[in-house]
């Protein structure tokens, strides 16, 4: 019932809307979609208007299930053959008995997570043996290392944790497929960009596609350019924006002797010890807290344990749409994988049950190599103020940075925790925001904000009908 209750922060719903939810997840759950379709589809007929929307993303919710596991047993087998050297079908039943693949069954089929083949990769190091033809990922890992160990040398000697500034010039194209809104209407795009920070500064706007119609205030929680164009028939609808950032490196160097209580903090960062969507004090996370902390008062070091517990415990995995999941934090904690969202909710739920302030962050990692939309976390801790910690890196440095020394993992492990490299594009201070100007339809990501977001009137352009790209280029700071 919480799990439920929280996906409605941004929905008004009654009690009575609310039982039907539950009955639809419990059909959802048997794999009974059509009925679960149909148990919504009456329950919108005769719903207030202002009950509608939180019933209608429901259905669309079941849709979006339905696009993530997308394929079937005999298309994952094809899809494995080609991927796996000496792969053999009955592997395949054997992965499926021992849990290592994600399926739902929907109408009667067993149908498979697309990102199958990847997570197989990800979550067992005797399958990722096998692969054929693995990407060379030496490069990036080469860049982390040398971006953690320059920054780290730069902080010390200047005695500062913002040090070694990057200005990128950074190009975004939202594109909606053509006929994706019908020829005439108009089509409403939000794209995100670069928010101030103490680390990210001097935004400009270098040149656009068509003029950007608002530019967000820089301190917005969920910053974007917002557009608009019309529609024309048989032709995509494309909306690009070029702009340029500065990004600094950053180290704190963190003493746990010195570290204040915050008892006395600022009501706008206490906001980030309470509970909120996807952000849940379960059983499962005081139990896990408890496990990990024991007794353990000092601040500083409880993050640094929530930290490491989640570098050497949790293991990577792509991750099916946030949209389609009650609780996040907490269903990464049951599976013990999931993605840099997934773990970033993880942290900030497991730290704010103890009191420290936690926030999110997010929008893209652009180191060369490995250029991905990304999300991270701060953390408040006296005298500092908000620190970065990216839980996503730390499991990489444990787990899958390839060409560097077991020592030289522990240094970068060790260094996401207080530092953060310059190859980012931050965009998002928290999560389940509200855009500006709002949406009227519903998000296609409810809870992050880092492909953009369209619609035209009141329908959602969804992701299977758009795509999103940014290029980036380092220049030089005269």
Known sequence: ????????????????????????????????????????????????????KALEFELDRLGRIKQDFSLTKMRLSEILKNSIRDFSPNELDQWIAEGKLDFRLIDGEQRFVGTSRSNLFWLYQEIAARRLNPPDEAEFAQNVFRACTEIT?????????????????????????????????????????????????????????????????????????????????????????????????IRFDLDPATVKPLDAIDPSVRQFTMEGPHVVFTDRIKNLSSTILGTEPNPLLKAKKLYEWIAGEIKYSYAIEYSTIRNISDYCAAKMYGDCGQEALLF???????????????????????????????????????????????????????????????????????????????????????????????????????????????????????????????????
């Not at 008004?12 to 419990?26: G, K, Y």
């Not at 068509?210 to 048989?234: C, L, W």
């Not at 997010?362 to 839980?391: F, M, N, Q, R």
Request: hydrophobic share 40%; glycine share 4%.
């Open 1 to 52: 019932m919480k799990h439920i209750l929280c996906l409605f922060c941004l929905f008004s719903i009654s009690l009575a809307q609310v039982s039907v939810v539950q009955d639809a997840s419990r059909l959802e759950e048997a794999g009974k979609f059509k009925e679960a379709d149909s148990l919504f589809r009456h329950a919108i007929v005769s719903a207030r208007a202002s009950e509608r």
């Open 348 to 478: 900030i739920t497991l730290c704010r049950y103890n009191g420290i302030p936690a926030r999110w962050q997010s929008a893209w990692l652009t180191i060369p190599g490995g250029k991905t939309i990304h999300d991270w976390t701060e953390i408040y801790l006296a005298p500092w103020g908000w620190i970065p910690v990216d839980p996503y890196m730390g499991i990489f440095a444990v787990r899958y940075l390839k060409g560097i020394s077991d020592e030289e993992k522990t240094f970068v492990r060790d260094f996401y925790f207080g530092g953060l490299d310059q190859y980012r594009m931050s965009a998002n201070s928290d999560h389940c925001q509200e855009l500006n100007p709002p949406k009227r339809s519903m998000r296609s990501d409810n809870v992050d904000f880092q492909r953009g977001e369209m619609e035209y009137g009141s329908t959602n352009i969804y992701f299977d009908k758009y795509s999103y790209e940014l290029t980036v280029e380092e220049e030089k700071i005269p």
């Open 153 to 249: 040398t730069a902080a010390r000697v200047q005695k500062q944790p913002y040090v070694l500034p990057k200005r990128f010039k950074a190009t975004m194209t939202l594109r909606a497929k053509a006929n994706a809104a019908p020829a005439g209407a108009t089509v409403r795009a939000w794209m995100p960009i670069p928010r101030a920070f103490l680390f990210q500064k001097e935004f400009r706007v270098e040149k656009s596609s068509n003029q950007p119609m608002r530019i967000d205030t820089e301190s917005s929680s969920i910053r974007s350019a917002y557009f608009e164009a019309v529609a024309i028939k048989d032709k995509p609808t494309e909306f690009r924006l070029q702009y340029s950032y500065t990004h600094f490196g």
